[in-house]
């Protein structure tokens, strides 16, 4: 576990997913502070955030829009950061959204999804501290959001 600047990690993620060819098409926007930092370990955490912006990616229409975006909490007198990945999809279906992070929940009827990987998503960020939420945008499109413990300070942008 260490100090892990999530800007990074988020553009890191994205990276990962932009391989898709669909990727080339969509609009991307990585409105993370490059000052928040959590305390944990960066592979877990990419690993987390891949997940949530490849389903996002799936479930935009061509050229959809994906955002993640951050911002500050307190929790029992502790900072927390938030940091929620926003689509402009159809959203999760009502009858799915209860139970979306079960093992083998999916809307995907093809090969590419096994409806593990909100259920990882979650052990990782449970393992970190922090929780992960699902919900359906009033504008349309889904919201996930994950919330971890803040890092003990706030990181001056590009400096370690």
């Known amino acids: 576990m260490e100090p892990v600047p999530l ?3 988020i553009d890191e993620a994205w990276a990962l997913v932009a391989i898709d ?3 080339a098409a969509s609009r991307f926007a990585n409105r993370v502070d490059a ?3 959590v305390t944990g370990n960066s ?3 990419v690993q987390v955030f891949v997940n949530l912006l490849r389903n996002a990616l799936y479930a935009i229409p061509c050229s959809g829009e ?3 975006q951050s ?3 307190t929790r029992n007198a502790q900072p927390w950061i938030s940091v929620s990945v926003e689509d402009n999809g159809p959203g999760i279906a009502a009858d799915v959204l209860p ?3 079960e093992a083998f929940v999916s809307t995907r009827l093809d090969a590419k999804g096994t409806g593990l990987g909100l259920t990882v998503a979650e052990g990782i960020v449970h393992q970190h501290g922090g929780t992960i939420t699902a919900s359906n945008r009033a504008e349309g499109g889904a919201c996930l959001e994950v919330t971890l ?5 706030r990181r001056a942008a590009g400096v370690n």
Do not use: M, Q, T, Y
């Not at 413990?149 to 300070?153: E, K, W």
């Open 35 to 37: 000052g928040e930092v």
């Open 43 to 45: 592979d877990r955490l």
């Open 149 to 153: 413990p803040a890092s003990c300070a």
């Open 99 to 101: 139970d979306i992070f």
């Open 66 to 68: 994906i955002a993640v």
């Open 7 to 9: 800007r990074h990690l």
């Open 71 to 73: 911002k500050r909490l």
């Open 21 to 23: 060819n669909k990727a």
